[in-house]
Structures are given as C-alpha cells and as structure tokens.
C-alpha cells in the first residue's frame, strides 16, 4: 500500500524565502510527526499532531516555524524567513493510534538555503 | 532530558564476521529503546524494539539497564545488512517522543 509521501523532495531556497513542505500520511494514521534531521545528526523532534490537534509543539526551534494539520489528514511545515541554519532534511512520519512508537517515516526534503 | 549516544559513526566488517552497534542511553526513568535502519535510497524504519525481543533479519538487541545499553547485535553479518542504524529512545508510557542518536553507518564488505 502506499506510504508517507512528501512533496517536494528537494527544496533550494534564498535565504530570506519562505517556504513550504507538505506530507501525505498513511491513510487513516491519527498521528503525524515532524522531524529535523541536519547533516550527520539524527532525527530530532520538531512537532507532533493527533488528528488536526497540535499536541506537542516544542522541538520547533523559532517561531520562523510553524506546522499545520487542518482536517487530521495532510500536514504542512512552512518556514519563514529561511536561514542558512534551516538546511536540513525533513521527514515526516506517521502512526496509528494504538501504536505510536513504530513510526512510519516519509522519505523526507531535503531543503538547502543559499 | 534523555540522551542517545552511538560511539560509533562508521563500522565495517566482513561478511560472516559477528556485528556490535553500540548504543548507550542517558535516562532516569524506564525508557524504551529501538533501533531503526535506513537503507540506502530507502526511507526509514522500524528494526526492532526491546520491548517485544525478537529478533529480525538476524538482528537481536539486549536492554541492559545496569550499564544503560541497548547494543546490536547479529553473529554473521550480511552485504545488505549495509545500511545506517540509528538508537532511538522513548521515555515509555503514553510518551511518543522518540530521541535519536547520530547513527552507525554500517558497511559489510564482501
């Protein structure tokens, strides 16, 4: 079946640009997850939703960004005002309900800022 | 806060040699550990998790709380098991945050 998808999948933005990431869950996972993945790092929280509710916030580093899940199905991550330090890998994942740790992972963007 | 620590950025062995991935875990309380693979051109996911202690594709990990490890293990590594695994840490319960650590890029050389 189909899995998370992500969209774009390469992302070069100027830096001072907006921009967009959007993620496609599995259909009928409840929960969604950004991550942040930086050059040789791991995968760092940015901000989870169940359904169209923000339940956890806190990994965003700046309030530049900002997540959003408006019917509990597709989500997007924008960025504001992009920074150099904004170049990063981000993936988006996925659960059902009954089990939030085995996360389904999307394949990701990769957004570098000039 | 927890921490994950993979001592290890690259591991290369031979195929048929055993394979460790360490992975050590700073947390006070009773976390869950996993391990996630990322193959290459794949996406991420799920290996194994301590708490249902299986093993798959060979792979078996031990949760040992003495010395806050959560090791990888596979006693004849495999050229596909080249991949980049990463230690992932929840603190349990409802909780879904998963902390990550940098990973092991891992290369079985034929």
């Known amino acids: 079946g189909a899995g998370v998808s992500q969209s774009p999948r390469y992302k070069v933005a100027k830096r001072g640009q907006d921009v967009a990431l959007r993620c496609d869950p599995i259909?009928?996972?409840?929960?969604l997850f950004w991550y942040q993945q930086a050059l040789g790092q791991g995968p760092e929280f940015l901000t989870y939703?169940?359904?169209?509710?923000?339940?956890?916030k806190s990994g965003l580093p700046s309030d530049r960004f900002f997540a959003e899940r408006p019917e509990g199905s597709v989500s997007t991550l924008k960025i504001q005002r992009t920074q150099q330090e904004d170049s990063a890998v981000y993936l988006c994942?996925?659960?059902?309900?009954?089990?939030?740790?085995?996360?389904?992972f999307g394949p990701g963007t990769r957004l570098t800022v000039t | 806060a927890q921490r994950v620590t993979q001592p290890e950025k690259l591991l290369s062995v031979f195929k048929g040699a055993p394979v460790e991935l360490k992975c050590n875990y700073s947390?006070?309380?009773?976390?869950?550990l996993f391990w996630y693979v990322q193959y290459s051109r794949q996406r991420l996911q799920l290996l194994l998790r301590?708490?249902s202690r299986e093993s798959i594709k060979g792979f078996t990990a031990d949760l040992n709380k003495g010395e806050t490890s959560f090791h990888l293990k596979k006693p004849f590594a495999q050229e596909e098991d080249s991949a980049m695994y990463y230690c992932?840490?929840?603190?349990?319960?409802?909780?879904?945050?998963?902390?990550f650590g940098k990973g092991t890029l891992l290369t079985v050389n034929p």
């Open positions: 947390y006070s309380g009773s976390p869950e």
């Open positions: 992932a840490l929840n603190r349990g319960g409802s909780n879904y945050k998963l902390t």
């Open positions: 259909s009928g996972h409840v929960s």
């Open positions: 301590h708490i």
């Open positions: 994942a996925s659960s059902p309900r009954t089990n939030l740790y085995e996360q389904y």
């Open positions: 939703f169940q359904n169209e509710a923000q339940l956890d």
